[in-house]
């Protein structure tokens, strides 16, 4: 029996790009097709950085499917989401300024739960 495909591919048009990963879990990928995984390659043929602030609001217009008030609020993720970087917390390398890096790993971990 195959495994259930959790692993989406997404390219933004243009032939430049950053190539990264963005993983949710701990419930965040409800918000996301139950899709735990997105390899995904943002435009860079404009020669613009693309930082986490920037990278949130390219998930909220392109991947987030429902209730993005679950996921983002006043333009970062909402308290009671852990964001690491390449298993680092973001707090340790700049949150929403840290510049994305090609293969940079970026994981959205829920920690609200209902009761």
């Known amino acids: 029996m195959a495994a259930p495909m959790d692993t989406l591919k997404s390219h933004e048009s243009g032939s430049d790009g950053l190539s990264i990963r963005l993983e949710f879990s701990g419930g965040a990928e409800l918000l996301f097709d139950k899709i735990k995984k997105h390899d995904i390659t943002l435009d860079t043929s ?6 986490i602030r920037r990278l949130i609001s390219w998930i909220k217009d392109n991947l987030l499917k429902e209730r993005p008030e679950l996921f983002v ?4 993720v909402r308290p009671g989401i852990l964001v690491l970087v390449n298993d680092a917390d973001w707090e340790l390398v700049g949150e929403l300024d840290y510049n994305l890096q090609a293969d940079d790993r970026i994981v959205f971990i ?4 209902g009761g």
């Open 110 to 113: 829920s920690t609200l739960h």
């Open 73 to 76: 609020q006043n333009n970062t």
């Open 46 to 51: 404009n020669g613009s950085n693309w930082n």
